[in-house]
C-alpha cells in the first residue's frame, strides 16, 4: 500500500499594509545603517592598524638590512622627531596586547609584525565583504520605501 505525499504548503508572511510595510522597513533600514555605520568605523580602525603594522614593519626590516646600526628619525608625537644613532640594535620590545610588553629579537618581531599584518588585511577583506552586503541591502530597502512611499502619497495616506 502506498501513500502518496502532497507537497508541503508553504506558510506566507501575511501581506502588509503599505504603511506597516513602510514602517517595518523604516526600522530595519535604520539598524542596518547603524550597523553599516558600525562596520565603516571598524573598516577605518583596521586600515589604521595596518598603516602602522606596515610602518613598524618597514622599519624593522631597514634596521635589520643595517645589521641594527644607522641612524634613524624617531618620532615623538604630534609630528615631532628626533635623530638618534642605532648601534647594535639586535632585540625589540613588542607589545603582546593588555599593556605588556616583552623583548624579541629582531628577526622575531618581525616575523610578529608581518602575522599580526596578515591578520588585519584578512580582517579588512571580511570587514569590506560584509560592509558591501549591509550596503547593497540598504539599496534595495530605499528603493522599496521609495516605491511605497509613493504609493501612499498618491493614494493620500502619506
Do not use: C, W
Not at 31 to 51: H, P
Not at 78 to 88: D, S
Not at 103 to 124: D, F, I, N, W
Request: proline content about 2%.
Amino acid at each position: 500500500m502506498s501513500t502518496a505525499r502532497t507537497p508541503a504548503k508553504q506558510k506566507t508572511a501575511p501581506k502588509l499594509a503599505p504603511n506597516e510595510e513602510l514602517n517595518a522597513l523604516l526600522q530595519e533600514f535604520s539598524q542596518l545603517k547603524g550597523y553599516g555605520d558600525a562596520m565603516r568605523q571598524q573598516a577605518e580602525f583596521t586600515t589604521n592598524v595596518i598603516a602602522e603594522l606596515v610602518l613598524s614593519r618597514n622599519s624593522l626590516q631597514e634596521i635589520s638590512k643595517r645589521g641594527g646600526n644607522g641612524e634613524t628619525l624617531i618620532h615623538i608625537g604630534a609630528g615631532n622627531y628626533i635623530r638618534a644613532e642605532l648601534k647594535g640594535v639586535n632585540s625589540v620590545v613588542v607589545g603582546i596586547g593588555a599593556n605588556v610588553s616583552v623583548e624579541k629579537s629582531l628577526e622575531s618581531a618581525l616575523t610578529e609584525v608581518e602575522s599580526r599584518l596578515k591578520q588585519g588585511q584578512e580582517q579588512a577583506v571580511v570587514i569590506q565583504n560584509q560592509y558591501s552586503q549591509v550596503a547593497a541591502r540598504l539599496q534595495q530597502l530605499q528603493a522599496r520605501i521609495d516605491q511605497l512611499y509613493a504609493q501612499l502619497e498618491n493614494a493620500g495616506q502619506a
